[in-house]
């Protein structure tokens, strides 16, 4: 995989592509320090406590940014690791130097229950974006940010650990999930190797947050998107990211 990694100036810059895309200037494009990234509206009403979040104009309409306060921004991105790369691109490119990740996994160890809250320490990477950005081949990527992270998480419920994240959402077998368990891999996922790859190499901070709303631990796969249990993480999800995000 190391074989993607070329150290050469890229083409395409996502100043530039944000530019004419929206026809503004980078004065008129400019964020502030921190990004939430959520995948769902639904989360993005209950960071803004049901209260309509205001828009930042100058990027519509190629991205839909909200301004939750003078230092946050809040923005939903398409699921898998690609996405999450162009997106950390474009927003650091304009200001945004601390990405939060508000995520969903699959759970893999054996204590993961439907609704368990993690905060992602390390990322196995299976994405194929990670090895675009880092010219080492490890197998693991992770974020130096977490560790400032981990006290206040772990006291509101989060675990640290370690996660599995694949492109290949139905290619999570059997015996993959069976060794992945057996080497300490709490959850599986789309997009933290990726985020915290880009974030790696472009000297920015990332952390990934995951409610856990499904499970592969049993030998079958058990969804949980309806269930009281998932309802409950979300809630303490959406509770800390207003309480201790949002500055």
């Known amino acids: ?5 070329d150290p050469s100036r890229a083409i395409l810059e996502p100043r530039s592509l944000v ?4 026809r503004k200037s980078g004065h008129e494009l400019a964020l502030p320090e921190r990004a ?17 979040l205001p828009v930042i104009a100058a990027w519509q309409p190629f991205r839909t940014i909200y301004s939750l306060s003078a230092s946050t921004v809040a923005v939903n ?7 999450i790369a ?31 809250l993690y905060i992602a320490g390390r990322a196995l990477r299976e994405d194929g974006t990670s ?21 206040v998480a772990e006291r509101e ?17 059997q015996q993959k999930i069976a060794d992945y368990a057996q080497r300490g891999m709490a959850a599986v996922e789309m997009e933290t190797a990726s985020l915290y790859a880009v974030c790696q190499a472009k000297g920015l901070k990332a952390a990934a947050f995951l409610v856990v709303s499904d499970l592969v631990n049993t030998g079958t796969w058990q969804g949980g998107f309806h269930t009281r249990p998932f309802k ?3 809630r303490r999800m959406a509770r800390f990211m207003s309480d201790h995000v949002v500055r």
């Open 232 to 234: 409950d993480g979300v």
């Open 86 to 116: 162009a997106l950390v691109e474009e927003l650091s490119s304009f200001g945004v130097r601390e990405f939060i990740l508000w995520g969903y996994c699959g759970g893999i160890s054996a204590s993961s229950r439907i609704g368990s």
């Open 157 to 173: 419920g989060f675990q640290c650990a370690d996660v599995w994240s694949t492109d290949a959402i139905y290619r999570e077998t």
């Open 131 to 151: 090895y675009h950005y880092l010219e080492d081949d490890n197998e693991f990527v992770s974020s130096g940010w977490v560790k400032e992270w981990s006290p």
């Open 36 to 52: 939430i990234i959520t995948f769902s509206n639904g989360d993005l009403g209950r960071l803004a406590d049901k209260v309509q």
């Open 1 to 5: 995989m190391k074989r993607f990694f």
């Open 77 to 83: 991105s398409s699921f898998g690791g690609p996405n």
């Open 19 to 22: 530019t004419s895309f929206t």
